[in-house]
Structures are given as structure tokens and as C-alpha cells.
């Protein structure tokens, strides 16, 4: 039968002093006098702390994506029970931003500096193309330039040539 062994939980305490933003000089007089730990295993103790601070670091993405979204539906679901639709929303901007649902419209729309130039273009070309009326007014203006690419293709006049 194995036997586990047991961390000291000093350590632990030391830890979570260390996260608690203590500079290494309070957290060594904070070892010494508020935890008993005799000066000549501080440094030890330290150490010790540090490596499990750094395994705790050590986490699976993918993982603790799963758990963050999970807690937010849950925070969404009881919300809408609690009909507070403003923490419902909340919970849902944020499991957006977590699943990056925000980005895939943003690299349609744009979000950049370049984008802005980009903008104006697309602008400038709406407003040559829009007035042609070759598509109905609904349709993007994508649709507008296909419609145009295919009648100079195709060697005819667009309506705005087109004679009397």
C-alpha cells in the first residue's frame, strides 16, 4: 500500500503570501515570524513555493476555455431564470469575446488603420457602381461588381451608356 505524502501547509500558506504581491524581504520576515519557519529553511520553503506557483501556471488551454465558457453559460442560464437580462447579456458578450466570435466579424468588416483606406475605397466604388442600378438596392455592392465585370466582358453597355 502506498502511502501519500503529505505537503507541509506551509507551503501553501507561503504561496498564496508570495500571489498576495509581498516583496521578497516581507515575504521572508512573513516566513520567519507570522509562519515559524526557521530562518535557514526560508530560502527552501521559497523555493518550494515557487515550483508549485509554477506547476499551478502550467495549465491546459483548452481546458480552462471549456470551464470559463461552461461557468458563463451557467451564469447566462440564471440570469435569464432571474429575468436580469443585464447579466445575461454580460455573460453572453463575454463567452463571444472567450470563442473569439467578435474577430471572424471584424475581419469582414475591418478593424485596422489600413481598414479605413480599405473603407473608402469600397465606398468610392459603391458609389460609381450603386447609381448603374445593375442589381437591385439590396444587394451588396460585391454583387453590383460582378454584374458590371460581366457586362464589360461581355462587351455591352452598361444602362448609364445605353442611348436614348
Known amino acids: 500500500m502506498t502511502t501519500k505524502r503529505h505537503e507541509d501547509p506551509t507551503i501553501d500558506k507561503v504561496l498564496l503570501l508570495m500571489v498576495s504581491g509581498l516583496s521578497h524581504a516581507d515575504l521572508t520576515n512573513a516566513c ?4 515559524d519557519v526557521l530562518p535557514e529553511r526560508v530560502a527552501a ?6 515550483r508549485k506557483l509554477t506547476l499551478a501556471a502550467d495549465y491546459n488551454r483548452d481546458e480552462q476555455l471549456g470551464t470559463a465558457v461552461t461557468r458563463l453559460n451557467d ?4 440570469a435569464i431564470r432571474a429575468q436580469d437580462s443585464k447579466t445575461a447579456l454580460q455573460a453572453q458578450r463575454e463567452i463571444n469575446r472567450l470563442l473569439d ?7 469582414e468588416v475591418g478593424d485596422g488603420a489600413g481598414d479605413t483606406a ?3 475605397q469600397l465606398d468610392l466604388i459603391a458609389g460609381y457602381l450603386l447609381p448603374l442600378k445593375l442589381a437591385g438596392e439590396h444587394y451588396p455592392v460585391e454583387e453590383h461588381a460582378r454584374i458590371a465585370a460581366d457586362v464589360i466582358r461581355a462587351g455591352g453597355m452598361m444602362p448609364a451608356q445605353a442611348k436614348p
Not at 45 to 50: D, F, G, L, S, Y
Open 101 to 107: 466570435l467578435y474577430a471572424s466579424a471584424e475581419r
Open 75 to 78: 451564469i447566462y442560464a440564471r
Open 45 to 50: 520553503v521559497i523555493a518550494k513555493a515557487r
Open 32 to 35: 520567519v515570524c507570522k509562519l
Open 118 to 120: 480599405l473603407r473608402r
